[in-house]
């Protein structure tokens, strides 16, 4: 059974998933103006995606992103995410570099969560989620594999796997290439929420995988990602929408249990 996390006012792991609206912007101004918007749209929480920001490796010009975007966002929590190009993202980076990126937004104290790509390097990312942890942010572990999905019985096991990590989320993304992979995702997500407390975060992306991104309630998924501006990856829904299909399942949910 999944026992929710409250960061701020918000509370994930329990009833209708929260969400998240990436920042993709690559300069302070464009990421500013993005989380004005998020804002506005009443995003639940954002991800800043600094793989995007172009001036990564400068600890001074992240800290004042983090800064201000703190300001903008006030009790919306703040994920820092670095997505590496091997997972999908838009940088390539040695490890040393992502660990000291990641610490020092933690110890800047501006990001509520942050999230750890955790199948590579597990030993040195085991170390730096527990590192993260003790400067007080919640860390996110996460896998994507933008190729394809796994089988049902594999993503059960990579999920085990990642809940060594200590990590306080676990968080899987899948590239699906026909239903029975987003039924592969769905189920195993839906099989690891009975033996672990942590809140699970799933989704197969693409077109067929967009069911994963508004029924995560039923099957055990806490966030679900929505744009404001550009999607972050395959699939997502403009926030507006995916609110309205969020409810709409809510209440369907709600109304079985009155029945029940
Ligand atoms: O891990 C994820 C999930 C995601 O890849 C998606 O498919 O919605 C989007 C990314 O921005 C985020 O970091």
Redesign the pocket.
Known sequence: MTKPIQIKNLTIGAGIPKICV?LTGTSREKICQEAEEAKKAAADLV?W?ADFFEELMNPEACQNVLEALAEILGETPLLF?I?TSEE?GNITISLEDYAACNINTAKGKKADLV?VEIMSNSEEKKKLVAELQKEGVKVIA?S?DFHKTDSQEILLNRFREMEKSGADIL?M?VMPHGFEDVAAIMEATNAMRQECEKPLVS?A?GSIGSIT?ISGENFGSGIT?GTVGAA??P??FPIGELRSLLDALHEKNEEDELKQ
Do not use: L, Y
């Open positions: 990436p991800e995606r995410t997505r999908g999230d996460s994507h968080k993304a989704m992306m991104r990602f972050s990856a699939g997502q």
